[in-house]
């Protein structure tokens, strides 16, 4: 499994990040990604466009957005960059201002999943937006990914999430719900693994498939799924796909996924 640090090297992290907009934010964590040789400019010429093509639904949870684009020539190593703003920026989006950029280049669209789980997995934890924001130095952000045991454990004085034991199981069967993003490689993945969350919470996993793709295959996939989950300017590209579309805004609440489950299933 890939972890998180072996992708986030010290040279990668900028904890005094400045821009003007979101454009110069992600033409910030776009040069460390250069900077580090894992991408050329034109990668992060690409994802600019991905947001300007598809909408700020890569700010994934309040003041987080993780930049990224489809693998392409552009990319000669799986790689991260993070950069946390001194001062936030607006994106357009409901989780507006941001103050942390994430990127990732990747070579292929399965070397980095197992990092995205991990990275949606220290976001998922209560507490861990403070924690990644209080860190003073690159080695102490790269201790923190490496121990996310440590922020379960600074989550754990936090309340915990409403209850949600849904009686029996699905009335259909066994289903499958997709997690769309714009290229498939990225905030699906968060957003998967929320919902992952929140199945395994409700003893449904048995009985729910999450797969996450992008905008292009879910059309062609929505015949076999149950239900879409995915941003609000995603679920305007894809339109009317004959089944349940959920808007959800921030990726990483389980709450709000939760919600939109009761809301597909009734319960």
């Known amino acids: ?38 991408a050329t400019g034109d990668y992060t010429d690409e994802m600019i466009r991905n947001v300007e093509d598809n909408g ?60 995205m789980a991990a990275l949606a997995k220290v976001l998922l934890e209560p507490g861990a937006d403070k924690l990644l924001r209080d860190v003073q130095t690159p080695r102490q952000l790269r201790a923190l990914l490496l121990d996310d045991a440590a922020i379960a454990a600074a989550g754990g004085s936090a ?11 699905p009335r259909s069967g066994p289903l499958r719900i997709l997690t769309v993003c714009g290229n498939g490689v990225g905030t699906s ?17 048995p009985y729910i498939t999450v797969e996450a793709t992008d905008t292009i295959s879910a059309k062609g996939k929505a015949g076999e799924a149950a239900a879409v989950l995915t941003s609000g300017e995603i679920a305007k590209t894809l339109g009317d796909v004959g089944i349940p579309v959920r808007v959800i805004q921030n990726f990483t609440s389980a709450a709000e996924v939760d919600h939109a489950l009761r809301e597909l299933f009734d319960v």
Do not use: C, Q
């Open 159 to 169: 309340a915990p999430a409403p209850a949600a034991v849904a009686p029996g199981k």
């Open 56 to 115: 700020p639904y890569i700010v994934i949870t309040p003041g987080f957005a993780f930049a990224h684009a489809r693998p392409s020539p552009a990319v000669h190593r799986t790689g991260m960059s993070w950069v946390r703003l001194e001062t936030p920026v607006e994106f357009g989006s409901p989780n507006d201002p941001v103050d942390l950029v994430v990127a990732l280049a990747a070579a292929d669209s399965d070397v980095h999943t197992d990092a």
């Open 1 to 38: 499994m890939t972890a998180l640090v072996d992708l986030l090297p010290p040279e990668a992290i900028d904890l005094r990040g400045s821009a003007s907009d979101w454009r110069a934010a992600i033409r910030a964590a776009g040069a460390l990604l250069v900077a580090t040789g894992v």
């Open 189 to 205: 993945l968060f957003l998967k693994s929320t919902l992952e969350s929140v199945l395994d919470r409700w003893h449904w996993s």
